[in-house]
DNA sequence: CTGAAAGCGCTTACAG
DNA sequence: CTGAAAGCGCTTACAG
């Protein structure tokens, strides 16, 4: 039979009361009490029952990740961090897949949490985006921190996605390129128009005017960055460069690069952002901007669990990009 | 305030023990007092506390899903069906990621089904292929199922990967290959095991001698397939076609042979297992086994939930596969 | 077919 | 600094 508070209780001579406040680090217990409590706990291997301490104490010691990826790896990324911060904290963590362009979408997660019953909520692109839904939770008061959320306000993870964008973007400028394209990520996406900007603010700088026919759709996707690349090498004068806002289109442009013939870089340089492992698995291996994902998922949990455990504000944390310029880009070849 | 059970009983005027008998399907009702008491349920959008339950049945109505698999893709496939499974029965999933190399393996699983007490665990590979893991869990009686477990006795779902295995190599024969390799797959997980015997078969059928260079260890990684590549390759006879034991290590194949200037499939041939997105993300696509992974997890699940919840056995359900050609494997150009 | 009572293992006021 | 009592919202025997 497992050990119970009122076993451990008895064993160390002391009332529950005192036990629970030990486990749960609460003022007001005598220094030798404590170590008594303690070392009967790990004699008798007690942990305790997580329905009996969320029943009595209301709430669940759990946190939901919502996601709405195309991407396997940048979501296994984030939940690996939420994880390690749920770990450090006693929380656990449940996850939960979504079409975020459902009519039903709120309704869903409305009844979600119901079930569930989450003491608090991480949102992942492009959920953070959703007002309707960010309305909802505000107004039932359920904690929620956000990673990479477009809209002001909430508290989480966020990185200057406009600036790494222009400065893969000025990377190709300084290569020599200005015939430079860029396909943009998935409208949903607040990510989508960061990046856009970054590349537009990069290419104005340069005094380069950016011509309607470079600034092409996307969807995040792989298939798209195919045909996003097609489209764009059909162009009377083609671009020298692509930047594409995420790795899969990227990769996406590059197969259709080598299915059509051309070279890269010697044709085309070609850009992503995240640096997720498929960045570094098609030939050559695309120039990127690192995005720590992991580490955005641990600080948004960590944001998140601040305010649940101690009722603090918690911020919105700021994290550094790299650029990682690998074989994809090179000098321009073609005409100056 | 939310609903409780003693709510309902009270509205519907029957006692709680009746609306308990209603909401877990048990027998003894009469209809027009189920009827009664779900109508309130649904007017007050009455929702079991799950604590409360838990507490109260013993039971945590969760299942564990356990990994250590160095693909992203992989698991998220894995994880979704899983959740579909969990989703049907009201049972909630928790995700684990392991080292099932580290020494202290089976104690951190032991430690995390004493915390989170999980009602039965979903095992991986290779995790499904961990001798003392399992003998711990008979021990505890605690249930589980595997997905593409090595070893025999358990419940969950399987694949034929040395038919499949072997069907590819066949395949390769038939387009005229002899000198076909194959990179191992990660010695911990049972199915390298499975598809090297599969290639053996093939190769034996053909009544082609494997010569020992022919077949190199990999670990499924991405680097790994770049490096068996580059040694195949470096032969001086090299062979005319590769079968890696995973998508990934394909994927590193193709890299490697793009970067020594090989071309596919002209100059080697390529082939895969798994069918993962990176299959066809990179160029050519590589011809490969589709595992229904998401079906393979959605139907350990089930099978888990039937031994759970309805204290049946529970069966090793076999998935089929299917063959996947694509552009990375033609007929052999080079000498016969 | 239905219900009253006890109990699951914790935490929460409250008292001292 | 410590404890006795009540209660969280369900299910489990048990009785009828």
Redesign the interface.
Known sequence: MRARIEDVARQAGVSTKTVSRVLNHEPNVREQTRERVLEVVRKL?Y?P????R??AANR?FLIALLYDNPS??Y???I??GV?EACDAHQF????R?LDSQAPDFVATVQSLI????PDGLILTPPITDHPELLAHLDQLDLPYATVSSRIQGSIGVTMDETRAAAEITSHLVRLGHRRIAHVIGHPAHGGSELRLAGYRKAMAEAGIDVRSEWVVPGAFS?ASGVAAARQLMALDSPPTAIFAAND?MA??V??AT??AGWRVPQDLSVAGFDDT??S?????AVSTVRQPSRDMGRIAALQLLRRIRHGEPGELVQVPYTLQLRDSTASCKRDA
Chains 1, 2 share one sequence.
């Open positions: 291997d942990r029952n997580p329905s009996a969320s029943l669940s396997p790896n979501v296994m990324e939940q690996g994880l656990s963590m449940m996850v897949p119901g079930q569930q019953r792989f899969d990769a996406g590059i197969w080598a299915d492992p498929i570094r698995q098609v030939w050559p």
